[in-house]
T-cell receptor, first 113, second 113 residues
Framework: DSGVTQTPKHLITATGQRVTLRCSPR?????VYWYQQSLDQGLQFLIQ???????AKGNILERFSAQQFPDLHSELNLSSLELGDSALYFC????????????FGPGTRLTVL | GDSVTQMEGPVTLSEEAFLTINCTYT??????LFWYVQYPGEGLQLLLK?????DKGSNKGFEATYRKETTSFHLEKGSVQVSDSAVYFC????????????FGKGTLLTVNP
């Protein structure tokens, strides 16, 4: 158990809908990362937050957004969902914003029908 | 940009066989290198890491040595067990102020009794 929690474990929704994925980092970690794992693209970095502030962006679509709250949990919002958004979404956390080991949560499997 | 190439799977071995999963990388600066493992239905777990050239990471009988001259970080285990069946990901985090992990495509290992 990495100490990173993600909810829900599974999510099934329809095209055009909006969903929110939640992540709680390990106790004491200030940095949260979101990754997407899909069959065609593999594991890709989406976005990083550190202590409530956006720190870095990767291959994140404009339909996707995220935020980190004062209690350090983070939410990833996916809107106008398309079939191609079906994937495993992982959250990871680390103590420092740079140069630190990242610990991953169990993931949320999103299925868009 | 940074990239990781790991051997295509699937790899099927008998219990107690020797395991090698090749991983090579391209990166600017001085990256840190990681192996993560994903057991069926679970998230990514850090298996081992190495942060500078010639470092050897080890855990649970697995080893990998950071070879700067060949830009490689091959994963080895002398005697695999059925419980080692999983997907193995090689990853790097670029040097300097880099933050994100860049992953290889993953190698599925199946160990038969």
């Amino acid at each position: 158990d990495s100490g990173v929690t993600q909810t829900p474990k599974h999510l099934i929704t329809a095209t055009g809908q909006r969903v929110t994925l939640r992540c709680s980092p390990r106790s004491g970690d200030l940095s949260v990362y979101w990754y997407q794992q899909s069959l065609d693209q593999g594991l890709q970095f989406l976005i990083q937050y550190y202590n409530g502030e956006e720190r870095a962006k990767g291959n994140i679509l404009e339909r996707f957004s995220a935020q980190q709250f004062p209690d350090l949990h983070s939410e990833l919002n996916l809107s106008s969902l398309e079939l191609g958004d079906s994937a495993l979404y992982f959250c990871a956390s680390s103590a420092q914003p740079v140069g630190d080991t990242q610990y991953f949560g169990p993931g949320t499997r999103l299925t868009v029908l | 940009g940074d990239s990781v190439t790991q051997m295509e799977g699937p790899v099927t071995l008998s219990e107690e066989a020797f395991l090698t999963i090749n991983c090579t990388y391209t990166a600017t600066g001085y990256p840190s290198l990681f192996w993560y493992v994903q057991y069926p239905g679970e998230g990514l777990q850090l298996l081992l890491k190495a942060t500078k050239a010639d470092d050897k990471g080890s855990n649970k009988g697995f080893e990998a040595t950071y070879r700067k001259e060949t830009t490689s970080f091959h994963l080895e285990k002398g005697s695999v067990q059925v419980s080692d069946s999983a997907v193995y990901f090689c990853a790097l985090r670029g040097g300097g102020s880099n933050y994100k992990l860049t992953f290889g495509k993953g190698t599925l290992l199946t160990v038969n009794p």
